[in-house]
């Protein structure tokens, strides 16, 4: 069936397989939204001051 070397073969590709998936998985629910949640926070954040500068020069 298998000779010894194949099946450490099959066994990294299922390993690197395995932790991309992973990584993919992590990625898109916790680092992207968290990503994208804290520059909108921060272009909020941008906006609030610039309407604070305006009404100060008014």
């Known amino acids: 069936m298998f000779e010894f070397d194949q099946y450490l073969g099959f066994l990294a590709f299922l390993t690197i397989l395995t932790i991309g998936f992973w990584l993919l998985i992590f990625l898109a629910t916790f680092v ?3 990503w994208i ?3 909108l926070i921060e272009r909020v954040k941008e906006i609030m001051e610039e309407r604070k500068a305006k009404q100060n020069k008014a």
């Open 32 to 34: 992207v939204p968290y």
């Open 37 to 39: 949640g804290g520059s």
